[in-house]
């Protein structure tokens, strides 16, 4: 069973297989932010009451089979981040797996997860900007979960601080 300090929760925006962006901005409602090169491998959204590096809410990639609606919240498990870089600085990312998803409780991290999906995601976000000449974003490495949870616990106390 995962460890439920390791359980974040997941809005989602971005339905795998999209190459439209959404972004949910604070009126509640989910915009078009631009059309990417390529279609997301997996769902994406954001943890919310976060605040990461770039200002925003930290992202997420919900890695599974199967594809939520935008808006829908999704609980996982981290189990590791992508350590990104874009035209506005560094840009981390969760790796979740959903905790419902008991066929994939062998994964606790990163390393867990087959090389080809890792693969998948990673030449995903290095090519997702390519149609814009303006933007441009790179994967530096992939971490662990527990370099994911401390990344976590800092966006969380950044945004209390905000909140404050």
């Keep these: 069973m995962a460890n439920q300090l390791n359980i974040c929760d997941t809005i989602i925006e971005i339905p795998t ?3 439209i962006k959404y972004e949910m901005h604070d009126d509640g ?9 390529h279609a997301y491998p997996f769902c994406y959204g954001f ?7 770039d200002g925003d809410c930290l992202d997420v990639v919900v890695i599974s089979k199967h594809q939520f609606l935008p808006q829908s919240v999704v609980s996982g498990r ?51 900007k390519l149609r814009d000449t303006h933007r441009w974003s790179r994967v530096v490495g992939v971490q662990s979960a527990t370099q994911a949870m401390e990344m976590l616990g800092t966006c969380r106390e950044r945004w209390q601080k905000k909140e404050a």
């Design 78 to 128: 981290v189990v590791g981040m992508l350590d990104m870089e874009d035209e506005e600085g560094h840009d981390p990312k969760l790796l979740i797996i959903p905790a419902f998803e008991h066929d994939q409780d062998r994964i606790t991290d990163v390393g867990d997860i087959p090389k080809a999906t890792i693969d998948r995601i990673v030449t995903f976000f290095d090519a997702y």
């Design 29 to 37: 409602r989910l915009h078009v932010d631009r059309i990417t090169s």
């Design 17 to 19: 297989g999209s190459n």
């Design 47 to 53: 943890v919310e009451q976060t605040t990461s590096t």
